[in-house]
């Protein structure tokens, strides 16, 4: 079975830069996922990590260790449209579905 | 492209009633699969199609639940008959054979039933 552990939510001020964590356990690995969902809004893809390391789009930036079972989604220059929730999902090997995380609810203040 | 549709965006429904929700994915899309979402379960994988064969149900949670794509542009999701611990968004979404397993949501279906 797989299972990912993020933390439920986040509150960071607007311009600073956040970093959400997810853990996961899984019987076969193939990459690590991020999704945002904004409430009432469907989820829509943000990064994908199927080696080792950073990958940068925009201000948007996550990491992957696999030895570890860790990944990380950063936030840079933090916008009050960021306000969201963001799901890390893993895909097992040979297979094309995702387990997703119970998701973190990030708030951006002032 | 329109990305994946779903409908009825919105239904209310008593029950015992049966609910028909549906989906068409993304053209030339080979991957078709059906979430649900609550606040107590979060995201979770109902069923998954592979070029409309039905691949893996293991989290249809109840004999209620059907789900059917007849053709490579066209999915149901059934549920016969309806209870209000039903009462969730359910989305559909679709994939592409890209090395990264992106998968595209569609609005989703809020379902209530009384």
């Known amino acids: 079975g797989q299972s990912l552990e993020q933390p439920s939510e986040v509150t960071a001020v607007e311009g600073a830069i956040v970093q959400i964590n997810c853990t996961y356990q899984?019987?076969?690995?193939?990459?690590l996922s991020w999704y945002q969902q904004h409430d009432g809004g469907a989820p829509t893809f943000l990064s994908y990590?199927?080696?080792?390391g950073l990958e940068e789009t925009g201000r948007f930036s996550s990491f992957l260790s696999r030895s570890d079972s860790y990944g990380y989604l950063l936030l840079q220059e933090l916008q009050m449209k960021d306000s969201a929730s963001y799901f890390c999902?893993?895909?097992?090997?040979?297979?094309?579905?995702?387990?997703f995380g119970k998701g973190t609810k990030l708030s951006v203040i002032p | 492209d329109a990305g994946v549709i779903q409908s009825p965006r919105h239904e209310v429904t008593e029950m015992g009633q049966e609910v028909t929700l549906r989906c068409k994915p993304i053209?030339?899309?080979?991957?078709l699969f059906w979430y649900r979402q609550t606040m107590m379960r979060g995201l979770e994988l109902l069923i998954y199609?592979?070029?409309?064969?039905?691949?893996?149900d293991s989290g249809m949670p109840e004999d209620r639940f059907s789900a059917k794509m007849p053709n490579a542009s066209f999915s149901t999701l059934k549920i016969q008959p309806s209870e209000p611990r039903d009462s969730a968004v359910y989305f559909c979404?679709?994939?592409?054979?890209?090395?990264?397993?992106?998968?595209?949501f569609g609005p989703g279906t809020r379902l209530t039933v009384l």
């Open positions: 979404a679709s994939s592409g054979d890209t090395g990264t397993d992106t998968q595209y």
């Open positions: 899984t019987s076969g690995f193939y990459g």
């Open positions: 990590n199927g080696l080792d």
């Open positions: 999902a893993v895909s097992g090997a040979g297979s094309y579905q995702l387990t």
């Open positions: 053209s030339g899309h080979d991957y």
């Open positions: 199609f592979n070029n409309n064969v039905p691949i893996d």
